[in-house]
């Protein structure tokens, strides 16, 4: 597949843009991607494994700049590893049952469930906003699996689900989002493995092209996240929440 000038140049700055808002707010990069090469005019099975490849890097480099910038403290005696640790786990017991389960409802409905359950998590969040979730291991447990299975079984709504379930579970805003950068390669990883089973190219230079956006991004939205108040975190989550639900009903009908 080749890229001219102009379409190089929008990748990048729709990357960039993508990967600052994904780094900010936990979700977002993967629809962003997807809404830029539909209106690119490309198939996004073209370009999807790709678009993985670039998303599991890119998370891991938000994982290093979120601890650098104090957003969440990844050291091994501290819980945000343990909470990572637990969402990893039980994320990807969740992905691996997901295409196991026979659902004889269309895909069409399935994600459009998704989103429903999406904006109704963003509308929750909004709701509790002044109020603080006492934290539960049984409930991050039920987190992981759910957004796990649903990533599996759709193929979309995992940043979304994945954090702000843990809003809704009692882990503060900047940490719920520097570890869902660290949860989500390994879904991810995952999902990559099962398109290389497939025979699915990958396509070197849109990865190489996102990352250098990636890596410019990147830092810059941790920074950003450290400057916003506390306190604010949890509201803007939850209105991205209700916004990426939405943008998900219109990726589906599409």
């Not at 629809?31 to 090469?37: A, E, K, Q, Y």
């Not at 459009?112 to 929750?124: C, E, R």
Request: hydrophobic share 55%.
């Amino acid at each position: 597949m080749g890229y001219d000038g102009v379409s190089i140049a929008l990748i990048f700055a729709a990357t960039f843009l993508s990967k600052v808002v994904n780094v900010i707010l936990g979700m977002g990069f993967g629809i962003g991607m997807t809404f830029t090469f539909l209106m690119l005019g490309y198939n996004p099975t073209q370009v999807v494994t790709g678009i993985l490849v670039a998303q599991t890097l890119g998370q891991l480099l938000a994982a290093f700049f979120h601890h650098k910038y104090q957003n969440v403290d990844y050291r091994l005696e501290g819980r945000a590893i343990r909470i990572t640790l637990v969402l990893i786990l039980f994320s990807l017991t969740g992905a691996v049952l997901g295409p196991l389960v026979e659902v004889n409802v269309p895909a069409l409905y399935l994600k459009l469930f998704t989103a429903g359950v999406i904006i109704a998590l963003g509308a929750f969040m909004l709701l509790k906003r002044n109020s603080v979730s006492p934290f539960s291991w049984t409930k991050l447990m039920v987190t992981g699996l759910f957004a796990g299975f649903i990533k599996g079984l759709t193929g979309c709504g995992y940043g979304p689900l994945l954090t702000s379930g843990q809003l809704l579970v009692g882990v503060d805003g900047k940490s719920a989002v520097g570890i869902s950068m660290l949860a989500g390669p390994a879904v991810f990883s995952l999902s990559i493995l099962t398109y290389a089973c497939t025979a699915a190219t990958i396509d070197g230079y849109l990865i190489l092209y996102m990352m250098s956006a990636i890596a410019v991004a990147t830092p810059i939205g941790a920074f950003l996240l450290h400057r916003i108040q506390l306190q604010s975190v949890k509201r803007i989550i939850g209105f991205a929440t209700i916004i990426m639900g939405l943008l998900l009903i219109g990726k589906s009908l599409i």
